[in-house]
């Protein structure tokens, strides 16, 4: 299988921190920080001689198995820009992002993107592009730039060192002492007696490098189930404190999403607490969403409002996000004339934001029923409660379409006072329409009523409504206020 010639973007990760931070292997240096760089430690040295140039640094022994879950962390999370996404020597990711540029906005677009990814991850790296993955591959080992042409990557790639191969390795003081210093040099080199001397692998990564053999990858398969986990490096008694380690999650997550085509409706967030004797369980901050999405950047906002609001229990050293909750990714279509106001997406994301800043049972919405009486026509539940327009619409009665009906329904009605024979409020009030007779409710709370629809002096309309008593022979009539129209 011959790989076609596009961009190839490789994102080589590096620790970095300002702290004064060494990390051993061996009793050896293999890498550390820029504060300990202008210490004067270098890699290679033993601890003894970085504990003389830096004595107030902090040492750290390697750890393959975390380097190894942080890497598949930020693959998972880079999975949102191309669905091909290899893993390379060295700790190295090859992302084929040549489908992927007009989707994101060029290649400088992407880049920047995919930097400010790995940034929001914890972690530095070094990003470049060529027309090969190999290519790719040694221009980010070397720091040497991007390549977007074979003729700029041949460019390039002659005069990095040959040491940035690994078959080369073994091989480099011979390298030198025949003269060989770049990986021009060393392609120039009869091709049969390199071989002998050094192997095939090496001729193997050179022509990898320069287009000359087909490459073959394994592209990187996203799980079935999303669950990702990471530990604090400190014990944290603030929960706003711990919107940095979600937004992590989030970002692995929209991978997850992006790769399976996915969107989410309901993620939990676990903050899991000490162990021990005193353990306790996780506490589990849960976000509904009314529409499901696939974008970081609304359910980090949603998981901000929620942590400030939360109460620990005990200190957390470490946070678990799942999804239990998925379905098949629905993207919206553009239309040619956008409604001005926002989409429906931008409408439920506003209320999925309010009902996490003041809760769910505080952002409701109407909920009418088949009942002719006013207070009973509508009830209100929380928003986080799924209403289909078309049952809405099958439970109200036929009749009520045409009828008038305030914008403003009291919780109570007013009682009005009568003055020359007329219902009284502010001013005098004028009749202005028909009758609506209303009788309702006789297996329960039964209402006869007479509605009208009233004007004032000030030219506001009201909605009033005459009690009829049909047990007195001759009725009090009795006039209330029951809703005020726009």
């Known amino acids: 299988m011959h790989l076609p010639r596009l961009p190839l973007e490789v994102f080589c990760p590096r620790w970095s921190t300002d702290q004064c931070t060494v990390v051993l292997e ?39 198995p975390l380097e190894a879950e942080a890497l598949q962390a930020v693959a998972l999370a880079l999975l949102q820009f191309t ?23 060029g290649l400088r677009a992407l880049c920047r993107k995919v930097a400010d990814s790995v940034r929001a991850l914890g972690f530095t790296g070094t990003l470049s592009c060529a027309p090969t993955a190999r290519g790719a591959w040694l221009l980010a080992r070397g720091n040497a730039g991007r390549a977007l042409t074979m003729a700029s990557l041949e460019r390039r790639l002659r005069a990095l060192p040959p040491g940035l191969l690994p078959p080369a390795r073994p091989y480099l003081d011979w390298l030198e002492g025949i003269g060989c210093m770049t990986l021009g040099q060393l392609r120039r080199l009869p091709r049969p007696g390199l071989q002998r001397r050094c192997g095939r692998a090496l ?23 999303f669950r990702a986990k990471m530990e604090l490096f400190d014990r944290v008694e603030n929960a706003e404190a711990l919107l940095f380690g979600a937004h992590r999650l989030v970002l ?21 607490h000490e162990r021990g ?13 009314a529409e499901p999405t696939w974008q970081d950047g609304h359910l980090v906002r949603l998981l901000k409002e929620r942590l400030a609001k939360q109460e620990l229990q005990a200190p957390v050293i470490g946070l678990c996000l ?22 429906k997406e931008d409408w439920q994301r506003l209320l ?35 209403l289909r327009p078309a049952d809405v619409r099958a439970q109200l009665p036929p009749d009520m379409g045409s009828l008038p009906r305030p914008a403003w329904l009291l919780a109570k009605p007013i009682p009005l006072l009568m003055r020359d024979h007329r219902p009284y409020y502010g001013s005098p009030l004028r009749i202005r329409s028909t009758g609506e007779r209303i009788e309702a409710g006789w297996w329960g ?25 049909s047990g007195v022979a001759q009725p009090e009539t009795r006039w209330y206020l029951h809703g005020l129209f726009g």
């Not at 290899?86 to 992927?100: C, F, K, R, W, Y």
């Not at 001729?203 to 189930?225: C, F």
């Not at 004797?277 to 969403?289: I, Y």
Request: glycine content about 6%; some cysteine.
């Open 26 to 64: 061996q009793e050896r240096v293999i890498a550390l920080s820029d504060a300990a760089h202008d210490a004067g430690v270098r890699e290679g040295l033993r601890r003894g001689g970085a504990i003389m140039l830096a004595p107030q640094s902090q040492f750290q022994q390697r750890s393959p």
């Open 83 to 105: 669905p091909q996404l290899a893993q390379a020597e060295e700790a190295t990711l090859l992302l084929d992002v040549g489908a992927s540029l007009r989707l994101f906005g």
């Open 203 to 225: 001729l193997d990564m050179l022509d990898d490098a320069h287009g000359a053999r087909p490459e073959l990858h394994t592209w990187l398969q996203a799980p079935a189930s």
């Open 252 to 272: 692995q997550l929209t991978g997850w999403l992006s790769a399976r085509q996915l969107a989410v409706g309901r993620i939990q967030l676990l903050l899991e």
């Open 277 to 289: 004797r005193t353990a306790c369980a996780p506490t589990v901050v849960e976000v509904a969403l």
């Open 322 to 343: 799942e999804a239990p909750q998925v379905q098949p990714m629905a993207p919206p279509s553009a239309s040619l004339f956008p409604e001005p106001g926002g989409s």
């Open 352 to 386: 999925e934001l309010l009902a996490a800043r003041l809760g769910p049972e505080n952002v409701l919405q109407a909920a009418p029923s088949a009942d002719y009486r006013p207070e009973h026509a509508n009830t209100w539940l929380s928003i986080q409660t799924r």
């Open 445 to 469: 709370a039964m209402q006869t009523r007479d509605y009208f629809m009233a004007q004032g002096e000030d030219h506001a309309h009201y909605w009033l409504f005459k009690e009829r008593d």
